[in-house]
């Protein structure tokens, strides 16, 4: 293992663990974003620069951007905020799951070996690559961007929607 694909682990576990510990959403989903960028700096480490600009293109720049609106339109009240009574059940039973998934990842990984057989490498350009996305698959592209078009409205028109009987959202 390399100095830089350590570093770039570094980045990618470090930021996505502090991003599931902290309250603010909003410092979670910045950290997200942090997370991205180390998974497009090992697609560039490991040499398919046009995936890791894919990986920018559409994680760093346009989910992201879903993400921080989605938690920037929902309001949430003090209420909702504050800890639940059976919260340490729910971290208990989270360290459980969390434990038996990795065990389970460990003993998969431990077991496994891989007898690796040269095959050819594949030779396709970008220049392929986006006459294929542009010809052929146009019309789910353009599905997806009006699917999450539609999403992003969605999440507006619920997250706007004054409920009566709810005295803070009141003027």
């Known amino acids: 293992m390399t100095f830089v694909?350590?570093?770039?682990?570094?980045?990618i576990l470090g930021s996505a663990a502090v991003a599931m510990s902290?309250?603010?959403?909003?410092?979670?989903?910045?950290?997200?974003?942090?997370?991205?960028?180390g998974i497009a700096a090992f697609y560039l480490w490991a040499g398919a620069e046009?995936?890791?600009?894919?990986?920018?293109?559409?994680?760093?720049?346009?989910?992201?951007m879903v993400v921080l609106f989605a938690?920037?339109?929902t309001r949430r009240s003090r209420a909702d905020l504050a800890v639940a009574p059976d919260a340490l059940n729910r971290i208990?039973?989270?360290l459980l799951a969390g434990g038996a998934v990795l065990g389970l990842l460990a003993y998969a990984v431990l077991t496994t070996r891989l007898e690796v057989t040269p095959s050819p490498t594949p030779t396709?350009?970008?220049?392929?690559?986006?006459?294929a996305l542009m010809g052929p698959h146009t019309a789910a592209l353009l599905v997806i961007g009006v699917l999450l078009?539609?999403?992003l409205l969605g999440a507006v028109v619920v997250a706007s929607t004054n409920y009566p009987g709810k005295k803070e959202d009141a003027p």
């Open 5 to 11: 694909l350590a570093v770039i682990a570094l980045v």
């Open 50 to 64: 046009f995936v890791a600009f894919a990986q920018v293109l559409v994680y760093v720049g346009a989910i992201s």
């Open 149 to 151: 078009t539609v999403a």
């Open 22 to 37: 902290l309250r603010n959403l909003i410092h979670s989903a910045l950290l997200l974003i942090a997370s991205w960028f």
């Open 71 to 73: 938690v920037l339109l």
């Open 92 to 94: 208990v039973s989270a």
């Open 124 to 131: 396709i350009k970008v220049r392929e690559l986006g006459v």
